[in-house]
Nanobody, 113 residues
Framework: VQLVQSGTELRNPGTSVKVSCKASGYTFINYYVDWVRQAPGQGLEWLGRIDPEDGGTKYAGKFQGRVTFTADTSTSTVYVELRSLRSEDTAVYYC???????WGKGTLVTVSS
């Protein structure tokens, strides 16, 4: 099983970022994919999850309205888009599947002017 994430991103405050996570080695629609982030010196923070089978989503309240998850079953890829970025969004963003048994290696998103 592999979850391969897109590369490092640098964004200005107020802009948006979209990170991808491509799954392989298992049946993509069988597991939810969660998005989690870790800011420098902080613990893990859950952003929410998507069901790739039907595109159903659940967002953590803190991010509601500012984050969108999508899934492309043709490429077994899920995406997270975070808008209105601020410096506090600087973190490593991870995708996780298989009830958090499988993890991507993380994507560093830096928000700085």
């Amino acid at each position: 099983v592999q979850l391969v994430q897109s590369g490092t991103e640098l964004r200005n405050p107020g802009t948006s970022v979209k990170v991808s996570c491509k799954a392989s080695g298992y049946t993509f629609i069988n597991y939810y994919v969660d998005w989690v982030r870790q800011a420098p010196g902080q613990g893990l923070e859950w952003l929410g999850r998507i069901d790739p089978e039907d595109g159903g989503t659940k967002y953590a309240g803190k991010f509601q309205g500012r984050v969108t998850f999508t899934a492309d079953t043709s490429t077994s890829t899920v995406y997270v888009e975070l808008r209105s970025l601020r410096s506090e969004d600087t973190a490593v963003y991870y995708c996780a599947s298989g009830e958090w048994e499988y993890w991507g290696k993380g994507t560093l998103v830096t928000v700085s002017s």
